[in-house]
């Protein structure tokens, strides 16, 4: 194919962060672009969840590797600040322990050192120094190579890495556990405890993902920022960013089907019955969908299912809006449990609620020491399996609200529950969402070795077919999503015979 013009339209099925980014790289190569969306509004998971007369961040909330966006708003002839002036956060997260211990980590890398120092002992700040500079290895050798490169397979990462010398295959640790390496570098427990809940970032346990996903640690050492707004504002600056460029985003325009015509893609079909040919499409959903046959028999074979036993964490999240809580809160707070490997073997090989739940809690009107003067806006999170495709789990989740009030209580936040306005998300309401996923939030979870070349590519076995989004190479979160929509747009471009595609695909 070559000499793609104007008139080679691409269809984006799904408006989250892949959608939206490879909508905005297709354009900016001069492709007709229309974005297809069921909900109502742009975003996908990133979404604005409206409550009590305001409004809150009801899905990712840490913004990191701002680079990602800078490289597309540059592409765009645009700079990011003058559409989202982010706020770098001085305090990274707050982690508290039912003991009534509490550790900070900072964006100050020697105030991060001082404060393990006094939490954890002079060894385990030289553990952490030595934990960071790891975690640098795997990123810089992996940036390139992996997350920054279309789904390489295990020889071609080999060759990819070996640029970096014999070393960079040592470097990214892919064998051993998170666990048993966080073991290696830390003698207090909970210091293990806290590194290995990174891999809950892509939706796994520490006790099952590589080593490799410490890398984690040195994406939030290079910043973490706040979305004035909310992190849901990203969202509409990209649907704004495609309106300028001509794009049309439909919301509300839920695809019941996927088309093909001489073995290639030609089209989708609208639950209307509306049919919009296309000469690529870029489908930003749940790549399970496919397999389940949600988007028709054409498609089926498409890209493989992820089976249940493989998805990653669902959730059961609480969104508040509350009186001002009396406790010191930052925008990020982490409240473990007593036993994480508990924890993390109910979830994955019981595939149960654990009996006393890590609790995430995203204190979203404290920023940088603002401190609400009368109601507080929260988002609550405990991880789960992801069975909302077998169960509607509501007895289970009642029985886990109360756990994780105990729980928040006896580490020293007690809520004012009953006088606030609460609503709560299940594993089977994110599957009702994102259906063929289960409630899965991350896609595949990234355990063992071989998982991250198990997770599907920009390309499927459908010629003109491409996949973007958390669910696909190169993982899940924003900017990895972002970095998924950037990868298709480069495999239809190079498809499409673009004289100016920007990379070999």
């Not at 990274?92 to 550790?103: C, E, K, M």
């Not at 909310?230 to 600056?237: F, I, K, P, W």
Request: hydrophobic residues 45%.
């Amino acid at each position: 194919m070559s000499g793609a013009t104007r008139r080679d339209r691409v269809v984006v099925v799904g408006a989250g962060v892949g959608g939206l980014v490879a909508a905005l790289w297709l354009a900016a190569d001069g492709l007709d672009v229309t974005v297809l969306e069921a909900a109502d509004a742009p975003g996908g998971k990133l979404q604005a969840q409206p409550l009590a007369g305001t409004w809150l961040d009801a899905g990712p909330t840490v913004f990191t590797m701002r680079w990602v966006f800078d490289a597309l708003a540059a592409r765009l002839g645009k700079r990011l600040d003058d559409a989202l002036p982010l706020a770098p956060l001085h305090t990274l997260a707050r982690h508290t322990w039912r003991d009534g211990s509490q550790l900070d980590l900072f964006a100050d890398f020697e105030a991060t050192v001082d404060a393990i120092g006094r939490f954890a002992g002079a060894a385990d700040a030289r553990g952490f120094r030595a934990f960071s500079a790891r975690a640098r290895a795997q990123h810089d050798t992996l940036l390139p190579s992996f997350m920054n490169a279309q789904r390489p397979n295990p020889v071609s990462l080999s060759w990819r890495v070996a640029t970096h010398g014999l070393a960079g295959l040592g470097r990214i640790s892919p064998f051993g556990s998170m666990w048993h390496g966080l073991g290696r570098h830390f003698q207090d427990a909970r210091l293990r405890q806290l590194f290995g809940r990174y891999a809950t970032y892509c939706g796994s346990s520490p006790l099952l993902a590589p080593a490799t996903l410490m890398l984690v640690a040195h994406v939030e050492q290079q910043g973490v920022w706040s979305v004035p707004g909310g992190m849901h504002r990203l969202a509409s600056t990209l649907a704004t960013w495609l309106a300028e460029l001509g794009v049309l985003v439909r919301c509300g325009a839920r695809v019941s089907e996927l088309q093909q015509q001489g073995g290639r893609i030609s089209g989708v079909v609208l639950a209307s019955g509306e049919v919009v040919p296309a000469r690529c499409v870029v489908f930003n959903g749940d790549v399970s969908a496919l397999a389940a046959g949600h988007l028709g028999p054409a498609v089926q074979r498409a890209a493989p299912a992820v089976t249940a036993q493989r998805r990653s964490l669902s959730a059961i999240t609480w969104t508040a809006v509350l009186p001002r809580v009396q406790a010191d809160l930052l925008r990020h707070n982490v409240y473990f449990s007593d036993d994480s490997p508990r924890e993390f073997r109910a979830l994955f090989a019981q595939r149960r609620l654990p009996t006393q739940p890590t609790v995430y809690v995203c204190a979203q009107d404290r920023e940088n020491g603002h401190t609400p003067s009368d109601t507080e806006r929260l988002l609550c999170l405990v991880n789960a399996p992801a069975d909302g495709d077998t169960t509607d789990g509501q007895v289970n989740a009642d029985a886990c609200e109360q756990r994780m009030l105990a729980h928040l209580a006896q580490c020293g936040l007690p809520l004012p529950w009953e006088q606030g306005t609460v609503r709560r998300s299940t594993p089977h309401d994110f599957e009702r969402r994102y259906p063929g996923s289960g409630g899965a939030l991350y896609g595949r979870a990234s355990h063992g070795w071989q998982a991250s070349f198990a997770r599907a590519g920009a390309r499927c076995a459908l010629p003109g077919l491409y996949l973007a989004g958390g669910g696909v190479h190169p993982g899940p979160g924003v900017p990895m999503a972002a970095l998924s929509g950037q990868r298709a747009a480069e495999c239809v471009a190079h498809d499409l015979g673009l004289a100016d595609h920007r990379r070999s695909a």
